[in-house]
Antibody, heavy 122, light 110 residues
């Protein structure tokens, strides 16, 4: 059984950089075909896709985030790390990591982590 | 990338069927058969219930079914049960190799 757990700071000030970690259990982040994506959800609002890293380390980012995102793997700790720069209050949301279904985000994401709530406020 | 369009809310009586629409463009829903649907209960993370327009992951009830026509995908829940009360989100792969979600639909069982 694959389990994802997302973690990171719960409170940031404007202009700070957010770093979130997604820990995988039951599989390796470097396993062939193992992709991991990040999705966020502002309070009471819709889901928004942010980024995905494929098994071959190829990455795709949401164009609406204008180059603020970086995805990487830490294979020694079995983690996928999301970095988002220049945080603003509108970035306040619950951030989820999720495993690609059948190894490909075109088929969707499952399972998901429990979500990491992040508030940006001065 | 604009979000896909879903109705804000849909309701139905127990045992009846409801359908949730998800409208996109020829650059996303209309381009591929890569539409997914997720169920999200209050306070919980989303769960995949439909992938590739019509397919159900293992363990998902056959009361959930998906379809697509042109730029619009649909999720039908038949034999509505109180446990189906949740938010439902559609998602599609796009011609820019990105993903886009819908605005979400709140389902209420009357």
């Amino acid at each position: 059984q694959i389990i994802l757990r997302d973690s990171g700071p719960t409170l940031l000030k404007p202009t700070q950089t957010l770093t979130l970690a997604c820990s995988l259990t039951g599989t390796s982040v470097s396993a062939t075909g193992r992709g991991v994506g990040w999705i966020r959800q502002p309070p009471g609002e819709a889901l928004e896709w942010l980024a995905v890293i494929y098994g071959d380390d190829d990455t795709r980012y949401s164009p609406s985030l204008n180059g603020r995102l970086t995805l990487s793997r830490d294979t020694s700790k079995n983690l996928v790390i999301l970095t988002m720069t220049n945080m603003v209050p509108l970035d306040t949301a619950t951030y989820y990591c999720a495993s690609t279904f059948y190894g490909d985000p075109r088929h969707g994401f499952d399972p998901w982590g429990q979500g990491a709530p992040v508030t940006v406020s001065s | 990338q604009s979000a896909l369009t879903q109705p804000a809310s849909v309701s139905g009586s127990p045992g009846r069927s409801i359908t949730i629409s998800c409208t996109g463009t020829s650059s996303d829903i209309g381009a591929y058969n890569y539409v997914s649907w997720y169920q999200q209960r209050p306070g919980g993370a989303p769960t995949l219930i439909i992938y590739d327009v019509t397919n159900r992951p293992s363990g998902i009830s056959n009361r959930f079914s998906g379809s697509k026509s042109g730029n619009t995908a649909s999720l039908t829940i038949s034999g509505l049960q109180t446990e189906d009360e949740a938010d439902y989100h559609c998602s599609s792969y796009t011609t820019r190799s990105t993903l886009v979600f819908g605005g979400g639909t709140k389902v209420t069982v009357l």
